[in-house]
């Protein structure tokens, strides 16, 4: 059991290493067994936070995304709307406040089968 925590531990910071060392725009924590984010992850992307657009946490155990999250890693650009819909343990998402494009406004029940909390559309000027 330590052996494989310990792997696991090793896999995530030569990944965030990897991110840190190429300044990568993308984090990829896909398949890393995490069940919550990282504490020590946010430390060592602090010098690349702002140039992350992208983070894969695919194939992991994770319950919930902590506020830290989202604050540290505010230039997020995508939301994967093909896999939210197959998230059946998913009860809210917020993504007030942030702009989003049709594609995620299109999601309504029973499409999701969670609350999708959003801002309202800003009108269009010509």
């Excluded at 140039?51 to 995304?65: D, Q």
């Excluded at 505010?74 to 917020?94: F, G, I, Y």
């Excluded at 007030?96 to 959003?118: C, H, Q, S």
């Amino acid at each position: 059991l330590h052996r494989r925590m310990g792997e696991a531990v090793a896999r995530v910071a030569r990944k965030v290493n990897d991110t840190v060392e190429n300044k990568a725009d993308s984090l990829d924590l896909a398949n890393c067994k995490l069940m919550s984010f990282p504490v020590g992850v946010y430390k060592a992307v602090r010098s690349v936070t702002e140039g992350i657009h992208r983070i894969s946490l695919a194939n992991n155990e994770l319950k919930s995304i902590t506020s830290r999250f989202v604050t540290t890693f505010s230039q997020l650009r995508e939301v994967p709307t093909d896999k939210l819909a197959s998230m059946a343990l998913l009860r809210s998402l917020n993504l007030r406040a942030n702009p989003v494009g049709p594609e995620v406004r299109l999601l309504v029940r029973p499409l999701v089968p969670f609350e999708l909390l959003l801002s309202p559309e800003e009108p269009i000027h010509p």
